[in-house]
């Protein structure tokens, strides 16, 4: 079983990813294109290194059980995608406590009320294997918990069940 694990910056992929009881290999993208070289190019403006998901997705070609963790995993070919939601308010908080600009705060807040990543994955994989987890409120311990569900099969998919246009 291949599961993404995806989400606007801030959502709570990678402490989410640190509590699951699944028996997957965690994967983060993130570390990965650093630590392998998997970067096609530098954003000097926003510091940060471009994914290459090409070389990506051949890095995990063969690899059976895992949880792929980033805000690009549903971009990798997988059985079944969890999308983290978080209500653009709370999401901006947290961006800019853990020290990201007001510019990038801002820029996520607005992507997740518009949802990009959601309907990326909806499209790309189709409905039937698109579970939203909300995280609005909620510890990572909760979150984890119905992560680990969709995981097992123990919910049904659900796709556009979370509705954020109030903050548009
Ligand atoms: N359920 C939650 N409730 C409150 N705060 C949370 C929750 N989950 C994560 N956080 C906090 O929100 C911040 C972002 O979490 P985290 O780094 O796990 O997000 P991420 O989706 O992995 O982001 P990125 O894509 O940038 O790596 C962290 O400071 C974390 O402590």
Known sequence: MRV???????????????????DLDVVHVNALVEDEGLYSEVDEDRDSKVADMEAVREWLAGEDDVLVESHLAHLVDVDRVVVLRCAPDELETRLTERGESPRKAEENAESEALDVILSEAVRIHGESKVYEVDTTGRTPEDVAADV???????????????DFTDYL
């Open 4 to 22: 993404a694990l995806t989400g606007t910056p801030g959502t709570g992929k990678t402490t989410v990813s640190e509590l699951l009881d699944s």
């Open 148 to 162: 680990d569900a969709a995981i097992a099969g123990d919910r049904e998919p659900s796709a556009g069940d979370v």
